[in-house]
């Protein structure tokens, strides 16, 4: 019953962001109905008549998630807005386990009758599914957490500020661009807001508000001439925050290498102050020396590094991948269970500390409870180099002998069933005090990237290439010069057994990915990466320039 | 209900339409019901079904427009969406790419929806997800696979009398098999406008031999090769290709086709001569919506011709703007092949790589469009006209610009993802680095 709508990006000009078209889940409302709340007491009884709907038809547990799910997008270029997008979905899923099976039915029909129609038809699909079943599902325990409730750690609501603002903000982006040089630019604006609704036959009644918000850009620069044309993205990170990551603060920022411009933000981002930048950078990329290919020590902007983990990492200790259960589409892992097992399998040098939380302040993933009813936690995937865990979801826990899920189940919408989902994924900052500019003073030979670019990685999560949005020669410990035609290839466990070390925690932010897909049907979710400055040394970089 | 016929669409609409005080506006319904099943350790985990049924209103006052949508039907819903559309026009500023709303117009015939696709049930799905794993059980391999089929209609009738109506059908399915060891893997996928042409048996059966003929791959250098690619692993990049053929774009000067001095490479040729792309809606074998999303009427086009560059589309806006010929966007794309089947083209190879499938494709440089990604599912080395063994998987960096020039051979096309490509033969193919990757 779900009615999912695309929005095609590139016809918005958004080809520089290498999504083909992003979701917009539910129906078109006025903003002001965003605002609005289920009053909770409601919610709890229309999720009892699930749970004991389910429990009389047969299952053995249940959960259920009343969801209204909120999304509003602006698009801009140049002079005018684009598009604006308010949607909003209200539903219920119905999750039950029948004779050791799962079963899932979801209905956009929020009364008692719609409600247990889900539930049967849930328990019915579980039952036919039985017969197909090798082995009765193992749940790993959880606590009854009664009735609670959690909300992101806002200070303003971004639905509440009027829509004319925003597109006002955007606009004067965009003119900041165009002051400085480029040719064209297109701006977004991506909020969501998920009002779930958790309850289970474990007792737990989970009421959450969460909060997402992503500003973004492409600035072009043409030179007609040559018919040579560049883009820059902007450098913002999608964050679990309010509107008060679009409101500029000093103490926030965090400034780049010498000799590049340059501007790190943390909890708060300058859209303008970044705008300006981009477009000067993209008019000076039409001209930058074009790489010569070799073997490179790199440093890594966390705004960069942050895509890095995602897919080298985050994907690969996803256990669903491990176990095959991705293998027709995401792919599965090179990460094995017998290398966990072996608890010597170097992922990296004795510099790479990574770790799983949902917990992280201003993150995407940051959630009080998973879509299952687990109260989320932080824990180490690669400790001193060494793989030492997975991320796990209640029926997978008994897999890896832990007693309990890793709290990172989710599901996109409540007409989606909930299955695992990479929580964020961090690399701790380094210990003895660094900045980037002494990071960057130990190398000899080497390029300095920020910015997302062009991402591609095979299915198990050996072979890599990156790009990114700005490029810098760094010779003999200085940055010299912008380069042009930049990518790297390398292998996962090579390329972090390179690691050299990070700035210091005061260098720390997250980069986030606001559309990650996984599953069949596809189901999209958000999920930050945080990291400080960071060397990896005598990585392989090519020379991408052709001409056709 | 989800699905209209033709008559009770308009009838709906025109109801809704009767509602309107707008200067323009345009009534829109889609319906769909779709299902799937999916399946992994040649077991089922999920499978589900979805119904879904909308209307979409678009009013306008002069260039001010508002959108609203709704899925209850009654009077009152439909005035009330009505309303909603019409205030948010009233406060939208005015549009500077504004053009009117188009009048009547005139559709050829395309035969898209198929009873056969309609008539899927979860029987069905069951039975084509335990035939596709007994194939893979039956060899010792482990399935992986998805099915998902969808029926559906989409109608518009506007205030200016434009209306237009069109059913569909279609079912996709993949598969893929691995073996025990780790050290094989095979891939398959298929989609139809009728189901009655798919047989999930048959289907896995090239993903089970796959698998098993993929294992204990050798490691060949990186470098420039000969390639064969299966219209399953040239299909995203040939996509990629034709999703970039926008006049704004390359007149804007940020496209491909943009040249020097603000021109751009329509009428030139791009290609090799053998490179011919049309695409038609009524093509019996990819069977698409006569009409754009704009309501334009979509015809028998041709985009390449003898590789030259016929024509590029463009939004009404920009063809008024430019004093352009108005183009709508196409929807599936026919790449004229030969009559060669797959093995006659691998016998009068003396040396080349056999590429069943690319994946993880990104965009590279789009001044040149470079794109990179890796083969996947079973890459074999040919030499002296057979298939010698299996070699481990590359990443490629290439561009369909410099591959299209570089062409051998075509073979017969195929349907694969709602066009036709036949498989191609290519020289130089450039691959940069090996994966260990299976």
């Known amino acids: 019953m779900k009615r999912r709508h695309f929005i095609e990006l590139s016809a918005l000009g958004f080809g520089g962001l290498m999504m083909p078209s992003i979701p917009v889940f539910g129906d078109i409302i006025s903003p002001e109905r965003a605002l609005e709340q289920v009053d909770p007491a409601l919610k709890k009884r229309l999720a009892d008549v699930a749970?004991?709907?389910?429990?009389?038809?047969?299952?053995?547990?249940?959960?259920?998630?009343?969801?209204?799910?909120?999304?509003?997008?602006?698009?801009?270029?140049?002079?005018?807005?684009?598009?604006?997008?308010?949607?909003?979905?209200?539903?219920?899923?119905?999750?039950?386990?029948?004779?050791?099976?799962?079963?899932?039915?979801?209905?956009?029909?929020?009364?008692?009758?719609?409600?247990?129609?889900?539930?049967?038809?849930?328990?019915?699909?579980?039952?036919?599914?039985?017969?197909?079943?090798?082995?009765?599902?193992?749940?790993?325990?959880?606590?009854?957490?009664g009735e609670v409730s959690w909300k992101t750690p806002i200070e303003k609501n971004a639905f509440e500020v009027p829509i004319n603002e925003k597109a006002d903000l955007l606009l004067a982006a965009n003119a900041k661009a165009m002051e400085n040089g480029a040719n064209f630019v297109n701006s977004a604006l991506f909020q969501v807001n998920e009002q779930k609704y958790f309850a289970s036959t474990d007792g737990s009644y989970i009421d959450q508000d969460i909060h997402r918000i992503w500003p973004n850009f492409t600035v072009t620069a043409v030179d007609k001439a040559s018919g040579k044309f560049r883009t820059r993205e902007a450098l913002s990170a999608p964050m679990g925050m309010g509107w008060e990551y679009m409101v500029p603060k000093a103490g926030e920022k965090i400034k780049g290498p010498e000799g590049t411009g340059l501007m790190g933000y943390r909890y708060a981002y300058d859209m303008l102050e970044d705008a300006a930048l981009a477009a000067r950078q993209a008019k000076e990329k039409l001209t930058a020396k074009s790489v010569a290919a070799g073997k490179y020590d790199l440093i890594l902007d966390p705004n960069h590094l942050g895509l890095t983990i995602h897919e080298s990492v985050g994907h690969p200790l996803e256990l669903d991948r491990v176990l095959g259960y991705e293998a027709n589409y995401a792919g599965t892992s090179f990460a094995t269970l017998d290398k966990w097992k072996s608890k010597n399998f170097k992922y990296g040098s004795d510099k790479v500390h990574i770790f799983a939380d949902k917990t992280q302040k201003g993150s995407l993933g940051l959630v009080g409870w998973d879509d299952e009813g687990v109260k989320t936690k932080q824990w180490d995937l690669i400790k001193d180099g060494t793989l030492v865990n997975y991320q796990a979801i209640r029926d997978q826990a008994h897999i890896i002998n832990e007693p309990e899920s890793h709290g990172c189940a989710y599901a996109d919408n409540w007409s989606s069933v909930q299955f695992q989902r990479m929580p964020n994924v961090s690399l701790a900052p380094g210990k003895q005090k660094m900045n980037v500019d002494q990071l960057i003073s130990g190398v000899d030979k080497g390029i300095y990237i920020a910015g997302r670019g062009s991402y591609s990685i095979d299915q198990q999560r050996y072979n890599f290439q990156f790009g990114g949005t700005v490029f810098y020669e760094i010779s003999k410990g200085k940055i010299v010069g912008m380069l042009e035609d930049v990518a790297y290839q390398s292998n996962t466990q090579e390329f972090w057994n390179s690691c050299a070390g990070s700035c210091d925690e005061s260098d720390y932010r997250l980069f986030g990915s606001f559309f990650d897909g996984k599953g069949q049907p596809s189901q999209v979710s958000a999920v930050s990466h945080g990291s400080s400055h960071t060397r990896f040394n005598g990585v392989n970089v090519i020379n991408t320039a052709r001409k056709i | 209900m989800a699905i209209y016929t033709r008559e009770q669409a308009e009838a709906l609409l025109k109801k809704a339409l009767a509602y309107s005080k707008a200067d323009e506006c345009e009534v829109s319904l889609s319906g769909n019901i779709g299902g799937n099943i999916r399946y992994a350790r040649n077991e089922v985990s999920t499978s589900?079904?979805?119904?879904?049924?909308?209307?979409?209103?678009?009013?306008?006052?002069?260039?001010?427009?508002?959108?609203?949508?709704?899925?209850?039907?009654?009077?009152?819903?439909?005035?009330?969406?009505?309303?909603?559309?019409?205030?948010?026009?009233?406060?939208?500023?005015?549009?500077?790419?504004?053009?009117?709303?188009?009048g009547p117009q005139k559709y050829i015939t395309t035969k898209a929806h198929f009873d056969s696709t309609a008539k899927i049930d979860p029987a069905y799905r069951a039975d084509a997800a335990a035939k596709s794993i007994?194939?893979?059980?039956?060899?010792?391999?482990?399935?992986?696979?998805?099915?998902?089929?969808?029926?559906?209609?989409?109608?518009?009738?506007?205030?200016?009398?434009?209306?237009?109506?069109?059913p569909s059908t279609v079912v996709d399915f993949s598969v893929t098999m691995r073996t025990e060891d780790g050290t094989g893997s095979g891939y398959v996928t298929q989609d139809f406008s009728d189901v009655s042409k798919l047989d999930t048996a048959s289907a896995s059966q090239i993903a089970a031999s796959k698998a098993v003929n993929s294992r204990n791959?050798?490691?060949?250098?990186?470098?420039?090769?000969?390639?064969?690619?299966?219209?399953?692993?040239?299909?995203?990049?040939?996509?990629?290709?034709?999703?970039?053929?926008?006049?704004?774009?390359?007149?804007?000067?940020?496209?491909?086709?943009?040249?020097?001095?603000?021109?751009?490479?329509?009428?030139?040729?791009?290609?090799?001569?053998?490179i011919t792309v049309y695409s038609d809606p009524a093509h019996p074998e990819i069977p698409s919506a006569p009409f754009a999303g704009d309501g334009r009427p979509r015809e028998k086009t041709t985009w390449i011709e003898k590789g030259v560059i016929q024509n590029l589309y463009n939004s009404r806006f920009w063809a008024e703007k430019t004093g352009a010929k108005s183009v709508p966007n196409p929807g599936g794309m026919v790449m004229e092949g030969g009559n060669q089947t797959l093995e006659e083209m691998i016998k009068s190879t003396k040396r080349g790589i056999l590429v069943t499938r690319l994946w993880y494709i990104r965009s590279v440089d789009p001044q040149t469009l470079l794109y990179t990604g890796l083969t996947r599912d079973g890459t074999f080395y040919i030499e002296n006209g057979k298939i010698q063994y299996p070699v481990k998987n590359f990443r490629f960096n290439e561009s369909p610009i410099i591959m299209l020039n570089n062409l051998e051979a075509l073979g017969r096309p195929q349907r694969i993802n709602g066009s036709l490509v036949p498989p191609m033969k290519i020289r130089d193919f450039t691959f940069t680095s090996l994966s260990d990757a299976v």
């Open chain 2, 48 to 102: 589900g079904t979805e119904e879904n049924v909308a209307m979409s209103v678009e009013s306008r006052f002069g260039k001010r427009s508002g959108v609203a949508t709704i899925n209850e039907f009654d009077d009152a819903s439909l005035e009330k969406v009505m309303r909603r559309a019409e205030e948010i026009a009233r406060i939208a500023p005015e549009s500077p790419e504004y053009v009117p709303m188009l």
């Open chain 1, 51 to 145: 749970l004991n709907t389910a429990k009389s038809s047969g299952a053995s547990y249940a959960d259920v998630r009343i969801g209204r799910y909120l999304q509003q997008y602006v698009f801009t270029r140049e002079k005018q807005v684009q598009n604006i997008v308010n949607a909003e979905s209200y539903g219920v899923g119905v999750r039950v386990l029948a004779n050791g099976t799962w079963g899932f039915a979801a209905t956009s029909d929020v009364s008692d009758k719609g409600i247990a129609k889900a539930a049967n038809e849930a328990v019915a699909i579980a039952k036919a599914n039985a017969k197909l079943q090798k082995e009765p599902v193992q749940l790993a325990p959880v606590k009854s957490w």
């Open chain 2, 217 to 274: 791959a050798k490691a060949l250098e990186p470098g420039k090769y000969t390639v064969i690619l299966e219209p399953a692993a040239s299909i995203d990049l040939l996509r990629n290709m034709f999703g970039n053929m926008d006049q704004r774009n390359a007149e804007e000067g940020r496209s491909f086709l943009s040249k020097p001095g603000g021109k751009t490479k329509l009428g030139e040729k791009l290609v090799d001569e053998r």
């Open chain 2, 134 to 166: 007994k194939a893979a059980a039956d060899k010792g391999l482990t399935a992986a696979g998805f099915l998902e089929h969808s029926t559906g209609f989409m109608a518009r009738l506007n205030s200016k009398g434009l209306f237009a109506y069109h």
